[in-house]
């Protein structure tokens, strides 16, 4: 998809059915020059989209107990993935799929931060198809810094004091890293444009939360994918080595596609069954299901309990159920060892 944004060149344009008016909003076209000039890019194998879905969304994986360890690994970053694996893990945390989702389509998230990598502003896009028409870019952005304490504001990336919304999961209390680190707000020509349309209410309410649909659902599993990148020996990577491949297109009057890496889960296979430990003709088999994943941390140790099936004896069995990342603490989250 960082391809298709790249040598994207359609200008986003609306015309207000009223008065004929034409409005130019901040679309994928935008992007094309930062995403081409962006040095460090990341595209998901299906497996880690699936694992980082599961860190993020599980019962009693809480991110905010990480957030110490959590940063952005370059000042200019962009991250993207398959749709497919990542609506599949959601569905299994009980977010329903939209009925115009497209299973084959891709989603990616572009990134600006400090050197430090703990403040940033990010926008989202989503793309099906070959085409750069194809290619859609929410209307709202996510400015965000880790460093947020209880009680405090974030402050914004880009230091503009402009209206933004809280998003808070009531579910994880004062664990909630949305609430405290992040707020979205609407990018500046798309806040115009609705400030101008003179929305109700009631339709202001319901574009904002349709807009913060397409981007506050991602950032858990950005996050989780940035908290894994901290770990060592870190994930496994394969940069593409696209020489050979750019000059036939150059023959052929085609673009060069970008440069990119792709990483990998550095877990076992999905686990899909368990053996039940159980011993003794007389002791009754717990009914097969399912079993949620649980992130812990304790001092420089992470601890993932990942998800899977209990129950039945004629269901199989797995090696292990827990991984345990450990981090350096002397050097505030540098990593140590992984087993």
């Given at each position: 998809m960082a391809d298709r944004i790249a040598q994207c060149r359609t200008p986003f344009i609306v015309e207000n059915t009223k008065d004929g008016s034409i409005t130019h909003l901040n679309g994928a076209a935008a992007f094309s020059n930062e995403i081409?000039?962006?040095?460090?890019?990341?595209?998901?194998?299906?497996?880690?989209?699936?694992?980082?879905?599961?860190?993020?969304?599980?019962?009693?994986?809480?991110?905010?107990?990480?957030?110490?360890?959590?940063?952005?690994?370059?000042?200019?970053?962009?991250?993207?993935?398959?749709?497919?694996?990542?609506?599949?893990?959601?569905?299994?945390?009980?977010?329903?799929?939209?009925?115009?989702?497209?299973?084959?389509?891709?989603?990616?998230?572009?990134?600006?931060?400090?050197?430090?990598?703990?403040?940033?502003?990010?926008?989202?896009?989503?793309?099906?198809?070959?085409?750069?028409?194809?290619?859609?870019?929410?209307?709202?952005?996510?400015?965000?810094?880790?460093?947020?304490?209880?009680?405090?504001v974030p402050k914004a990336f880009d230091r503009q004091q402009r209206s933004s919304i809280c998003v808070s999961d009531n579910a994880v209390g004062d664990a909630d890293i949305l609430r405290r680190c992040f707020r979205f707000r609407f990018e500046r020509s798309w806040q115009s444009y609705y400030e101008k349309a003179q929305?109700?209410?009631?339709?202001?309410?319901?574009?904002?939360?349709?807009?913060?649909?397409?981007?506050?659902?991602?950032?858990?599993?950005?996050?989780?994918?940035?908290?894994?990148?901290?770990?060592?020996?870190?994930?496994?990577?394969?940069?593409l080595m696209l020489e050979r491949l750019n000059m036939a297109r150059a023959k052929s009057g085609k673009a060069a596609l970008l440069e990119h890496v792709e990483v990998f889960a550095p877990l076992l296979p999905e686990y899909r069954s368990h053996l039940d430990s159980g011993s003794g003709a007389c002791r009754r088999l717990r009914r097969l299901h399912h079993v949620r994943g649980h992130l812990v941390r304790r001092g420089s140790k992470l601890f993932w309990r990942v998800p899977h099936l209990r129950g039945s004896a004629r269901a199989g069995s797995i090696r292990t159920r827990t991984v345990t990342w450990q981090f350096d603490p002397s050097k505030h989250g540098s990593p140590k060892t992984l087993r």
């Open positions: 081409a000039g962006c040095a460090t890019r990341y595209v998901l194998t299906d497996e880690l989209t699936r694992l980082c879905t599961a860190l993020a969304y599980s019962k009693g994986a809480t991110t905010l107990t990480c957030a110490d360890l959590l940063h952005v690994p370059a000042e200019v970053v962009w991250v993207e993935w398959a749709e497919a694996p990542w609506r599949n893990e959601l569905a299994a945390y009980g977010f329903k799929t939209p009925a115009d989702s497209v299973s084959s389509g891709r989603r990616g998230v572009f990134i600006q931060s400090t050197p430090q990598g703990r403040s940033g502003l990010l926008r989202t896009f989503w793309a099906d198809g070959e085409s750069e028409l194809n290619v859609l870019c929410s209307s709202m952005e996510a400015y965000f810094d880790f460093d947020t304490r209880e009680g405090e929305l109700t209410s009631i339709q202001t309410t319901a574009v904002s939360r349709h807009a913060l649909g397409t981007i506050a659902i991602d950032i858990p599993v950005l996050l989780a994918f940035f908290l894994l990148l901290t770990t060592c020996p870190s994930l496994p990577r394969r940069p």
